[in-house]
């Protein structure tokens, strides 16, 4: 079922900056897992999700199809770079909207059906709080379903060994430490 049919391509929309043209690339290659999460969570139409760290719209158009015309969802990023390009891509949606907001900030009580994040909990310096507020956020027996890499198998699993991909197992796990202590720009 799709209902995103008046979403924009990335090629009707005129100034997408690099930093948003990666996270669209990147959604693109993850999709088929991501749909697999959902799916195996329990996704489903009708149903009412928040998505926190919406990015550049493509995990909350992928949600709009599994809950189809009767279901609802709701992104959230606290970039307003991200959230004025997810809403030009968007197009016009109806069970589809952002909000400009801090996930951290999240205060809701059983509102929603379902809470995601994909590529997100990661970045955080508590990521536990955020679980924590993700889970309030839904109603009893609601599905919350984070997807995100685990850099604590280090150094990644090869066979050969390969010592260059040691080398970028190490340089990722700590950037993503250093992210973590704060630093970085605020929209990765
Ligand atoms: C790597 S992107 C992933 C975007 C999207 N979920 C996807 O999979 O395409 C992480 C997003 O989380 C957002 N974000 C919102 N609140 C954040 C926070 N407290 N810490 C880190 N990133 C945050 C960033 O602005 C960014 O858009």
Do not use: Y
């Not at 599994?66 to 030009?88: K, S």
């Not at 955080?124 to 890499?149: H, K, N, T, W």
């Amino acid at each position: 079922m799709s209902v995103a049919t008046s979403a924009k391509t990335t090629d009707e929309i005129e100034t997408i900056d690099g930093e948003r043209q990666r996270l669209i690339h990147q959604s693109r290659l993850f999709r088929p897992f991501t749909k697999r999460l959902f799916l195996d969570a329990g996704i489903g139409p009708g149903m009412r999700v928040l998505e926190l760290g919406s990015g550049a719209g493509d995990v909350a158009l992928l949600l709009a199809e599994l809950v189809g015309p009767t279901g609802a969802v709701v992104g959230m990023d606290r970039d307003p770079r991200a959230i004025d390009l997810a809403r030009a891509r968007e197009g016009d949606i109806p069970t589809i909207s952002f909000v400009e907001r801090d996930p951290r900030d999240l205060d809701v009580d059983g509102e929603f059906d379902a809470c995601v994040g994909c590529l997100f909990v990661t970045l955080e310096s508590d990521p536990l709080m955020i679980v924590r507020r993700a889970v309030r956020s839904v109603r009893p027996g609601g599905v919350v379903a984070f997807q995100d890499m685990d850099f604590t198998v280090m150094p990644p699993p090869s066979w050969p060994a390969s010592p260059l991909l040691n080398l970028c197992g190490d340089l990722v796990d700590r950037a993503f430490r250093w992210r973590r202590r704060g630093h970085g720009p605020r929209h990765l």
